[in-house]
């Protein structure tokens, strides 16, 4: 552990049980003026009531100390209001912020002093705006999607199937901010995803594809933007390789992204490159054979020529600095700064770098819960903040590690605060994906600190397929889906049985979205567990690529389309082996679900229904991938924890 290194001590966050009825505040994002002086962030109180609607508000923090002040927005304190995608200005003067008023009514990019006074409106707009970034000259840029049929991504709520169907896609544009106005840097036929300014206001490079902007990220360019044209810097070399968080250099001549295989647009994770923006555009692979996973990513100011990549290994997390040209030795000593079992985020840019590299995250672990932390550079971070100081927490967390066909794989049991004698209930909850982690977060309001409260011990692991293991651990489920992860989850929830009291008999699983499908394909290929819970799930894979709105993410790990290779489809679809099913399972799922359809939930509800199995099935009006409404999200839990209750008898 290196001087300056935070730790879980270092946040001096304290654990008060008498005090668990605190509300959590939430960060969900934070953003560091440019001198290093401000610090502004998104915040909120969870509910305290299950079904209330957080307030989200616009904070901001001198970083030598005084009072947080919460910015007055000009739509009051309509819970509907809700500001986003802070970021400052080059003089660290004004704050720009987005801001989305109640249903129906248009977006609006607002401005704030440095002291969260003198609120200004720049650009009212219809349509959607997210990213807003200033250029090292004082221009403001912004994603923008005129007229928008739906919400940005492909987890939002599906825009109604009527009318001639993908014939006018939304396309998202980098626009500048001019005098009240947009003016369009890139084309109107591609989709723009992520973006970053060249020095001097010279354009802009981005991440790309041509027609429906759901779909089709996973065949996304890199490109450079000027006055609405686009070149090509960088495409691709498999269809395993997505590119995510592309970041110009400071002085314009490369761009580094970080490219590894992905299944979800925002769930990012692989290896880091470097690409000239012009010349032969061949990029070099900084991290090649790394046993860790990067996942952030941005260029130094202090020290021109180098990035800092923040990490998942493991359990572990931390930060590396590498030099752009060469790379360095991977996971060296001399480099890693590890924050140990500590997630941290942000929500304006990674790390969120101002002058001389200091930096601002959101820092948090399963026992202690979020705060803003500062530092000189990425990963030497201090907590700033205490506003959850007297926020208890639910549970004791151990990490767990075991090997699985020759990987080493990553866990973590969550035990209740209070245990009852005897052995207990235990769930595996498996997460989406699957390129994704479980990390080290709080356990806040949610399914997870329901079921500890209600007596389960909690497992969550990262199978093959997950990202913390390197490049070729994310692919090692590639035309595999279900097999080998769930060895690796079964084997793990051995492990837990050798160091804890687990009640082999009162097992349950799961899980959402690709969680969703592992807990309908676990109940066709083991009766190890009592009962199951499968929210947004995936029942037959060959009706859901004609099925779903983002089908361009299956080639890359099915190899080939339905068309070309159903057998590969067929091998790893639940209602394949449907009839093995004797574990009593309820599912769940939004009605507008872009990602995991209604019906894939709809036939494997069916089939257990006819075939005998105890079922049970809920469709949630109006949502789409993931529940939006909080009445929707406690109905969930509530019906979870019945669910459960009924089959596993947590208090027995």
Known sequence: MLPGVLTVAALGVCTVAAAAQTPLHVFTAVALSPDGRYVASIESDEPKLDGAKAHQALTMRRVDGGPAVVVPL????????????PAWSPDSKTLAFVLRAPKGA???????????????PLLTFTGTLVDLRYSRQGQLAVLATPGAHKEVGATQAAAPLIGEIGAHPDEQRIATVEAGSLRFASPANLYVYEYDWLPKGGGFVGTAAAGDGDNNWWIAKLCAFDRGTARVIYAPTSPRQQLASPRVSPDGASVAFIGGIMSDFGSTGGDVFVVPVRGEHVAVNLTRNARSTATTLTWSNRNPGRLYYGWLRGAESGVTEVAAETGIPNDSPATVRSVGQTSFSTGAAPFDVGAGDASAVVVQDFEHAPEIALGPAPGAWRRFTRANAAVGTATRARALHWRSD?????????????????????????????????????????????????????????????????????????????????????????????????????????GYSYGGYMTMWTVTQTHRFAAAVAGAGISDWLSYYG????????????????????AVYARSAPMTYVKNVTTPTFEYVGERDVECPAPQTQEFWHALATLGVPTQFVVYAGEGHGLREPKDRADAERRTLAWFGRYLHPRK
């Open 106 to 120: 248009a977006r609006t990019i607002e401005s704030v002093n440095a002291a969260g006074g003198d609120v200004r």
């Open 547 to 566: 099925e779903n709105g983002i089908d361009r993410w299956m080639i890359p790990f099915f190899g080939a389309s339905v068309y070309d290779d159903p």
């Open 74 to 85: 000009p739509c009051g304190a309509d819970v509907d209001c809700t500001p986003s995608s």
């Open 406 to 510: 020759g990987f080493a794989v990553t866990g973590w049991l969550l035990e209740p605060l209070e245990h009852r004698r005897g052995r207990r209930p235990l769930i595996a909850v498996v997460h989406g994906g699957p390129s994704a982690a479980y990390r080290p977060q709080f356990v806040g309001r949610g399914t997870v600190r329901a079921l500890l409260r209600a007596g389960y011990d909690v497992f969550e692991s990262n199978p093959r397929g997950s990202f913390g293991a390197g490049e070729a651990f994310t692919r090692a489920n590639v035309r595999d889906f279900g097999y080998g992860d769930l060895r690796d989850i079964l084997r793990g929830i051995d492990a837990v049985e050798r160091i804890a009291s687990v009640d082999e008999h009162r097992l349950g699983i799961t």
